[in-house]
């Protein structure tokens, strides 16, 4: 079934681990995104992709890299993992925009640094 | 800069009663505009978009380009409709493409 996920759902760390969230989508759209979303607060873009070999920084500085090598992958990498960095961390992915296109959300990795 | 704002971090009515969630933006260019929503326990879905003028499950949106708002309202709220409510802005920059969304309202339907 076409679907976007993301894995873990949950995950708490140690400090200064290493850490890679996975997102994978089954529905052959170009563009990918991450957004960080922390506890009511709104949803900021961090980095996105329109394709394979192309990622962006968004609006939000972020300590994380991500990578796009497949066209249905978009892992996001945090090299040593600080408490600042819990938040809730969600992946979108989107086909070529026209009028009536949509962003597809993944469920999302809950992520927390002790 | 563009962004949106939601003035209302949470909202409850009755059953039965009208909902408005409000949703102001600003942006220089022509808006795209859209209204996300997260139930409990499920992942953030896109609700409706204001290009295709629909209504969904009784929800409606108006682009008021004056008053640059973008409403969402259902003239009779019923439980399932609480929930976690997103308007989002599509921009364009330098064709790079990407949705700014507000802070979210959390909308609770009392019985």
């Known amino acids: 079934e076409a679907d976007i996920y993301q894995t873990p759902r949950y995950l708490v760390i140690g400090t200064g681990k290493k850490i890679t969230l996975e997102c994978s989508q089954t529905?052959?759209?170009?563009?990918m995104y991450w957004y960080q979303q922390d506890p009511g607060m709104e949803l900021h873009l961090i980095h996105y992709?329109?394709?394979?070999?192309?990622?962006e920084k968004g609006d939000l500085s972020s300590e994380s890299t991500v990578s796009r090598i497949r066209t249905e992958h978009f892992p996001l990498t945090l090299e040593s993992a600080r408490p600042s960095h819990t938040s809730q961390y969600l992946c979108?992915?989107?086909?070529?925009?026209?009028?009536?296109?949509?962003?597809?959300f993944g469920q999302g990795t809950r992520l927390t640094v002790v | 800069a563009q962004r949106v704002t939601q003035p209302e971090k949470l909202l409850s009515v009755f059953k039965g009663a009208p909902v408005e969630l409000k949703c102001n933006y600003s942006?220089?260019?022509?808006?795209?505009l859209f209204w996300y929503v997260q139930y409990s326990r499920q992942r953030l879905q896109l609700l409706l978009r204001?290009?295709s003028r629909e209504s969904i499950k009784g929800f409606t949106a108006d682009l008021n380009k004056g008053e640059t708002s973008f409403h969402l309202k259902k003239p009779f709220a019923q439980e399932e409709d609480s929930a976690m409510y997103y308007c989002?802005?599509?921009?364009?920059?330098?064709?790079?493409?990407?949705?700014?969304f507000g802070q979210g309202t959390r909308l609770t339907i009392n019985p």
């Open positions: 979108a992915s989107s086909p070529r925009w026209s009028m009536n296109t949509e962003a597809f």
């Open positions: 989002a802005l599509r921009q364009t920059i330098q064709g790079a493409q990407k949705l700014v």
């Open positions: 992709s329109y394709g394979v070999n192309s990622t």
């Open positions: 204001h290009i």
């Open positions: 942006y220089s260019g022509s808006p795209e």
């Open positions: 529905m052959g759209h170009d563009k």
